[in-house]
């Protein structure tokens, strides 16, 4: 929304203050100040639930209930699953009234009835596959029988005893899913790559609708997620963590011709370190409009050779903090001594810990000064107060590059 980093904003949780949206120009009111017909349709988060914040229109799952309750119908997830458990579940409705044909059926209906005389910008926002997992039966059927990978554990994750305490917080207080069996495990991502199929498989229907008004060939396209889940890798769960399930997304972008403005060619790909403030400065560009100063994004559209390539990404949420450059990242909690440092080319599923290595020990302590120099600190390195991640309103740096990886 800002193009800036959740810790140089004070925000590195999800809670009710403070809202870096209402405190800075966003891109959505940027597009609509150059004349942009904006909407945003699905889930947004925002505080307060009803905020535009530069949008002008939103359509929320607040009203997808409303309008299910209205009709009599009952809505998608009335069989009892809360909203960050690892169970797998069924719909309780047809996928015709489901939560994602219906963002996807808002969507299609602002690209039928826009004003054609202005052009537009629509967010997307799909709840899954978000928990709970309670796919409609036929994308189930699809997983049906076909063997699900194992739980991923390393030297560190051997057992649940040896993972860092500061790491198993979510995951006792929201899904236990330490203590799933295999079996169990195995149906939970069975539910939870269908309840991806779904997403998949509606968006073609709004792809399919803007072919048809003549709009995909005029249209840059931006798929990418605000999170992943660790579904029980490392014996965790949830979002809110800086491992590699967790935080890096994808980010497909798709230029709305073999041919356009800017010589990017479809199936392009950039091994660059890139995260989720590059995205207004890269929507602004393609609508020539200026970016606001001291934004964190960069525009990933500009030409090889021309684009500033990042060193290195950091990254805060909660206690937890991380950095990484080039091949390696290193993990750290900053409520207890516990440190991870991996080889993410050699050891892109982060079974191998290298902190305590001797022979990577000149790596560890070149990152390890990194996030001491932003205050990061263990608890055991100084005795000085250590800063509350949440309580830096004004804290800004052009090293700090990220706060979800990719």
């Known amino acids: ?17 403070p809202v870096p949206a209402a405190e800075h120009p966003t891109l959505p009111g940027l597009l609509t100040a150059a004349g942009y017909q904006t909407r945003a349709v699905g889930k947004m988060h925002f505080k ?65 009835t826009r004003d054609p005389t202005r052009p537009f910008f629509l967010w997307t926002s799909f709840t899954k596959p978000h928990p709970p997992f309670d796919p409609d039966p036929k994308y189930w059927a699809m997983y049906d029988g076909i063997p699900m990978p194992p ?94 399930p967790a935080a890096n997304v994808p980010l497909i972008i798709r230029p709305p011709s073999p041919v356009n403005d800017l010589g990017v060619e479809p199936g392009t790909t950039r091994d660059g370190l890139v995260c989720l403030a590059d995205l207004l400065p890269n929507f602004l560009a393609l609508a020539s409009v200026d970016p606001p100063s001291g934004i964190d994004g960069r525009n990933l559209l500009a030409q090889p050779g021309q684009a500033d390539r990042r060193e290195r990404l950091f990254g805060a949420v909660d206690d937890r903090v991380a950095v990484i450059e080039q091949d390696l990242k290193l993990h750290r909690c900053l409520s207890d001594d516990s440190e991870l440092m991996f080889d993410l080319t050699q050891d892109p ?39 509350s991640l949440n309580r830096w309103p004004g804290f800004h740096s052009t090293e700090v590059e990220s706060d979800v990886f990719h």
């Open 151 to 244: 739980r991923v554990t390393g030297d560190w994750s051997r057992a649940w005893e040896l993972v860092p305490d500061a790491l198993k917080t979510d995951t006792i207080k929201f899904s236990q899913i330490h203590r799933f069996s295999e079996p169990q495990l195995a149906a939970s991502r069975r539910a939870y790559y269908a309840c991806i199929s779904q997403v998949d498989y509606n968006l073609g229907l709004l792809f399919a609708r803007l072919r048809e008004t003549g709009l995909l060939e005029n249209t840059w396209i931006v798929f990418t997620s605000d999170h992943g889940e660790m579904l029980g890798d490392h014996w965790l769960s949830t979002k809110s963590l800086l491992l590699e």
């Open 1 to 17: 929304m800002t193009g800036r980093h959740g810790f140089n904003q004070g925000l590195t949780a999800n809670k009710p203050a």
């Open 349 to 387: 599923l982060e079974t191998r810990n290298l902190a305590g290595d001797p022979t990577h020990a000149t790596e560890r302590t070149r990152l390890a000064g990194l996030l001491d120099a932003l205050g990061w600190r263990r608890p055991h390195a100084s005795a000085e107060h250590q800063p």
């Open 48 to 112: 307060p639930t009803r905020a535009c914040y530069g949008f002008e229109h939103t359509q929320l799952p607040f009203d997808y209930v409303r309008e299910q309750k209205r009709l009599g119908r009952p809505t998608t997830m009335e069989h009892g699953l809360g909203q960050n458990e690892m169970h797998p579940g069924m719909s309780t409705v047809d996928e015709a009234q489901s939560l994602t044909r219906w963002i996807v059926d808002r969507s299609i209906d602002f690209i039928e």
